[in-house]
């Protein structure tokens, strides 16, 4: 597909860069030299000069192939005006970061409609809701749902001592529909084999059936209580998304915010919240308003060297769970391994959110995880797939793909070898990103 980004900040250039390791036709827009400049040095993608909402400009590029346009630069309203233009020149999919929530009340939808916006994308609104989801699983370090919620993968810690430790995956007694399909270990994904067995302080992807994945989601972690009371680092628009949608989910939550601005105005917002103005790096602060008892510690500060170090405070003092927000996606192993629970990029959930609605094909959905060192693809098995009507063991995947469920005539199953992919099945992939591309040549005859 041939798609246009405008914009070449950090969400532009994961999109970019995503795209075009799935073989999409790639132009990007940008006014910026030097943004620009990283682009070209970077990534194998067409780079124009110029302002990503001009009729013109997109004239000149020529709108009669172009299947989708991602507006995400800095500005709300150059992104609007950008979808608004191509889908006027004829492009069938638009899509517009906005984080002004006047544009995306109530009537967003009839707004968008109006704008010729088939999809808002909000960056903050994303990586809160995707922060609240985790936190209703105690034991999760990420939570993400397929095939219209009837899929879900969880991601767990195996905490130390484990008696599971050691053990082949072929030998685990997990419930029915669920199978292991990734390892994280020291920074490094494994598409695991029946032989390959699950360490201490190994992260661990199940996929499987939703309720038979909501069974099982203790069983290879510590006993954890429900999260509770909730002490949130950081009143930005992340801070204030997410304290005014755990607040409405009945959680007892503490801000703490050094804007006093901030401060005042998340304080008119809230009902039940406790908002205080000071310094979030003040360990006598701290120690005064509990931070070691609560359930969970988020740090949302623009400075990833301070939700660190927070973090790092919260766990000493006793905190059960501790959230840090970065800004550069190549922290996040090194603050994971360092002892903080759950580290996320707002860049790559946003990168991540939009990936999803751009379908190639087969395919349905793409998701990333651990700041993209794998991939989940979801994708229908349709009349003429190389995947049709075939046993798993036949059909000659790229070597770290693991087919792990299948949605068919509403029911989940977890395949083996002798499964046979029937036309109308939706399957969830779990796969290395190297090998994402792959898939996709082998569904067009490529591969």
Avoid: W
């Avoid at 346009?69 to 517009?96: F, R, Y």
């Amino acid at each position: 597909m041939k798609i246009i980004v405008v914009g070449a900040g950090k969400v532009g250039f994961t999109l970019a860069q995503r795209l075009a390791q799935e073989e999409h036709d790639v132009i990007v827009i940008e006014k910026d030299d030097e943004r620009r400049s990283i682009i070209e040095q970077n990534l194998d993608v067409m780079t124009v000069d110029g302002n990503g909402a001009s009729p013109q400009l997109l004239a000149d590029i020529g709108m009669a192939d172009v299947g989708m346009l991602i507006a995400v630069t800095d500005s709300d309203e150059v992104n609007m005006i950008a979808c608004l233009t191509a889908k006027q020149a004829g492009v069938p999919k638009t899509i517009a970061r906005v984080r002004n929530m006047e544009y995306l009340g109530e009537n967003s939808a009839k707004f968008g409609n109006m704008l010729g916006i088939d999809m808002f994308i909000n960056p903050e609104m994303v990586t809160a809701l995707e922060i609240a989801q985790i936190l209703k699983t105690p034991a999760a370090l990420d939570v993400e749902d397929f095939a219209g919620g009837k899929v879900r993968m969880l991601e767990v810690k195996i905490r130390h001592n484990s008696p599971l430790s050691g053990l082949p995956i072929k030998t685990l007694q997990l419930p029915d529909n669920v199978l292991v399909v990734g390892i994280l270990r020291k920074g490094k994904m494994i598409i695991p084999h029946g032989n390959d067995s699950i360490a201490d302080m190994d992260s661990v992807f199940f996929l499987g059936e939703r309720e038979a994945i909501f069974n099982m989601e203790d069983m290879f972690t510590q006993k954890r209580t429900l999260v509770e009371r909730i002490f949130i680092v950081g009143a930005g628009r992340i801070g204030r998304h997410l304290t005014l949608l755990l607040e409405k989910s009945g959680y007892d939550v503490k801000v703490v915010e050094k804007d006093r601005h901030r401060c005042e105005e998340l304080a008119k917002a809230v009902d039940k919240s406790m908002i205080i103005c000071g310094d979030g790096t003040d360990v006598e602060l701290l120690t005064e308003e509990g931070i070691g008892q609560y359930d969970a510690v988020i740090c949302l500060t623009d400075d990833d060297k301070l939700n660190l170090l927070v973090a790092l405070m919260a766990k000493h003092f006793g905190a059960q769970k501790t959230f840090a927000r970065v800004g550069r996606p190549e922290y996040i192993t090194l603050m994971e391994q360092v002892g903080v629970d759950v580290v996320f990029s707002p860049r790559l959930l946003t990168a991540g959110a939009i990936l999803r609605s751009v379908r190639r094909g087969d395919i349905v959905s793409v998701t990333l995880f651990e700041g993209a060192k794998a991939e989940a693809v979801e994708l229908d098995v349709i009349e003429g797939s190389p995947l049709a009507e075939r046993p798993i063991r036949e059909i000659k995947f790229p070597r770290r793909v693991l087919v792990g469920a299948i949605v068919r005539n509403g029911h989940t199953l977890v395949p083996n070898g002798d499964t046979i992919l029937q036309v109308g099945d939706r399957v969830v992939m779990f796969t290395l990103p190297d090998d994402a591309a792959k898939i996709l040549d082998f569904l067009e005859g490529r591969g």
